[in-house]
C-alpha cells in the first residue's frame, strides 16, 4: 500500500518505519508540502496539532477521498476543532480513523509490545487501519466512539502537565496517585459533554494514555511540567525538550471552549492560569485543595 505520511517528527518517523517493515510503501512529507503523490492509497496525519489546519487547506490531492489516519493528539485553539472535524471540512468523502492510546514513539521504534486503538465511526476502515498496523509487537483494537479516543488523546496532554509540576513540586506518590485519578474524572466529564462514551475514557486512549505521559519521563508534557513546578517560566521549560508540547495548546484551546460550556474543569482551570496568567504552581495546589467538598463521582 502505498501511504503518504504528513510530518517526519517523531511520530511520524515511528509509525512510518513500523510500516516499512511491514511492506509498505512509504512517502513522508513535511508541512511546507502543498501537494500529495497521485498514487498515495491513504494519508496519514503526524504533524503537531496546530499546524494541521493550515496543511489541510494548502494540500492539493488527486482524489478528495482517500482515507485519513490520525496520529495527531490536540485541539485548534482557533475554531476548538479536533483533527477529526478539520479532515471532514476539508475532504468530507475521505474515510477517517483516529490513531491513539499508551505509545511513546522511542518504544515504537524499538518494537516494545505496544496497544492502541483504532476510532472510526464505522468498523470498516477502523478493521482497515487494525490490519495495516497490526503487528508482531502492536496490538490494535477499534472502536466507534470517534469522539471519545479523540477528546482522551488530546485531554491527557493536558493532565500530564499537571502531573508533571506535581513531581516538580516534590509531592509524593500519594499526591501524584490522586491527582492523576481526578483528571481522569475531569477528563471524562469533559469528554462525555462534548458527545463521548464514558466507557472509551477508560480505555486505551482515556485512562492509558494519561498513564503512561504523566508518568513516564519520556513524555515532553511530564517533563515540561516539572520544570514548571520547580519554578521555570513557561517558555525555558518548553526550551527544555525537543518538539512540541502538545499540552500548553491544548489547555489553552481546552479553555477557550469551556468557556461557553457549563462544565467544571478546576485542574485544567488552574493549570491555565499557571501557563498563561503566571500563577504560582504552590497557589493553584492550593486552590485546588480549598474547594468545597464533593462526592467522589462528581
Known amino acids: 500500500m502505498n501511504i503518504s505520511i504528513l510530518g517526519k ?10 510500516l516499512q517493515a511491514q511492506g509498505h510503501q512509504i512517502e513522508w512529507l513535511d508541512k511546507r508540502h502543498d501537494k500529495i503523490s497521485d498514487g498515495c492509497e491513504v ?4 504533524l503537531p496539532t496546530q499546524a494541521v489546519r493550515e496543511v489541510l487547506q494548502r494540500l ?5 477521498k482517500i482515507p485519513v489516519i490520525s496520529l495527531s493528539k490536540g485541539i485548534d485553539i482557533e475554531t476548538g476543532q479536533r483533527i477529526s472535524q478539520m479532515v471532514a471540512l476539508r475532504w468530507p468523502d475521505s474515510p477517517f480513523v483516529a490513531l491513539s492510546g499508551p505509545s511513546l514513539a522511542g ?16 468498523d470498516e476502515w477502523a478493521s482497515q487501519v487494525q490490519q495495516i498496523f497490526h503487528g508482531p509487537f502492536l496490538r490494535v ?8 479516543v479523540e477528546w482522551g488523546g488530546a485531554l491527557k496532554n493536558i493532565y500530564a502537565l ?28 469533559i469528554a462525555v459533554h462534548f458527545g463521548a462514551q464514558e466507557s472509551t475514557l477508560h480505555g486505551l486512549s482515556g485512562m492509558g494514555d494519561l498513564v503512561l505521559t504523566s508518568y513516564s519521563h519520556a513524555s515532553r508534557n511530564r517533563r515540561v511540567g516539572e520544570r514548571l513546578g520547580t519554578g521555570d517560566p513557561l517558555e525555558k521549560a518548553l526550551a527544555s525538550v525537543e518538539g512540541i508540547c502538545e499540552g500548553v495548546p491544548s489547555t489553552q484551546a481546552l479553555h477557550r471552549i469551556l468557556q461557553s460550556q457549563a ?10 492560569q499557571i501557563l498563561f496568567k503566571g500563577k504560582p504552581p504552590k497557589q493553584a ?12 463521582r462528581e
Open 162 to 189: 499537571a502531573a508533571g509540576m506535581c513531581a516538580g513540586l516534590g509531592l509524593g506518590e500519594n499526591s501524584l496517585a490522586g491527582l492523576v485519578t481526578r483528571s481522569l474524572r475531569e477528563m471524562t466529564r
Open 263 to 272: 462544565v467544571e474543569a478546576p485542574v485544567a482551570e488552574e493549570l491555565y
Open 60 to 64: 492539493k490531492i488527486k482524489s478528495a
Open 107 to 122: 518504544e515504537i521504534r524499538r518494537q516494545v509490545p505496544t496497544a492502541m486503538v483504532a476510532a472510526s465511526l464505522g
Open 141 to 148: 483494537y477499534r472502536s466507534r466512539d470517534l469522539a471519545g
Open 43 to 46: 494519508i496519514i496525519i503526524a
Open 9 to 18: 517528527g517523531a511520530w511520524g518517523l515511528a509509525m512510518g518505519e513500523l
Open 285 to 296: 495546589l492550593l486552590s485546588l485543595l480549598s474547594r468545597d467538598p464533593k462526592e467522589e
